[in-house]
């Protein structure tokens, strides 16, 4: 079964570009997850999707992230602008219906590498 | 705010010796707890997990304890092996905001000497 994957592993733009993160989760899992760690930080929760919708986006830091889960498969994680302080890693993950399984267990994917300069 | 946090930064072990790793939690309310391991270049990997009914649960080599009273959890690896090396993190699961979240420490570093 495949793992959680993330596209790019790498990116490095210039502050005020846009930058696009993708994660495809374990096929079936119903939530998907976005994390990220910031330099010497703790990883902190950003938002979470059931199928296409929004359950959680508390963790969001500001408009300028914007994430989307169409069709309720794969999502999409949007910077623009970006700013210096969005460098990072960014980590999606993936977890069955906790609705019957109670607290899920969540796998996580290789994470995405943003650097703003 | 609320957080999960680790003691120890950088754990050096003698491969074959046993480790430790410790977490704080500070969300009583918190009924899940889960251990990663991150190696270098790759995410988190699901260790093994514990719920807040138990104070103990053994996997491979690995054991996870959960102390309620003092709010603490703590890994521990059985004759530590050079695979072993990597950043560990303890998560809690909280419920809010109608859905679950997981709150991570900062992680600790655990080098295995050969």
């Known amino acids: 079964e495949a793992g959680v994957t993330q596209f790019p592993s790498h990116s490095v733009i210039e502050k005020g570009q846009t930058v696009t993160l993708r994660c495809d989760p374990i096929s079936g899992h119903d939530n998907l997850y976005w994390y990220r760690r910031v330099m010497g930080k703790e990883i902190k929760f950003l938002l979470h999707f059931v199928k296409e919708s929004k359950q959680d986006e508390s963790g969001m830091p500001n408009n300028r992230f914007l994430a989307e889960r169409t069709g309720g498969t794969y999502s999409t994680l949007k910077v623009q602008p970006a700013e210096l302080e969005d460098s990072g890693v960014y980590f999606c993950?993936?977890?069955?219906?906790?609705?019957?399984?109670?607290?899920?267990?969540?796998?996580f994917g290789p994470g995405t590498r943003l650097t703003v300069l | 705010g609320e957080s999960v946090g680790l003691h120890l930064p950088t754990l050096s072990v003698q491969e074959g010796d046993n480790s430790i790793i410790n977490c704080a939690y500070s969300n009583s309310a918190s009924d899940y707890f889960i251990w990663y391991k991150q190696e270098s270049g790759k995410g988190p990997q699901f260790i093994i997990d514990?719920?807040?009914n138990m104070d103990k649960r053994q996997g491979q080599r690995v054991t996870v304890l959960l102390n309620k009273t003092v709010k603490h959890l703590s890994l521990q690896i059985a004759a530590t092996q050079p695979g072993d090396s990597a950043v560990y993190f303890c998560a809690e699961n909280l419920w809010g905001s109608g859905t679950y979240k997981y709150i991570f420490g900062t992680g600790t570093r655990l080098k295995v000497l050969a």
């Open positions: 514990i719920r807040s």
């Open positions: 993950a993936s977890s069955q219906d906790w609705r019957t399984l109670g607290a899920d267990t969540q796998y």
